[in-house]
């Protein structure tokens, strides 16, 4: 399914964005 290929990239990306993001929190403290 070309939904699922698009939707598991969507995952990765946003799994990448929110682990940046904790990241950047815990440095900003």
Known sequence: ???REEL???W???QY???RI???K???R
């Open 17 to 19: 964005v929110s682990t």
């Open 1 to 3: 399914d070309a939904g």
């Open 26 to 28: 815990e440095g900003g």
């Open 12 to 14: 990765a990306k946003w």
């Open 8 to 10: 598991a990239t969507f």
């Open 22 to 24: 904790d990241k950047l």
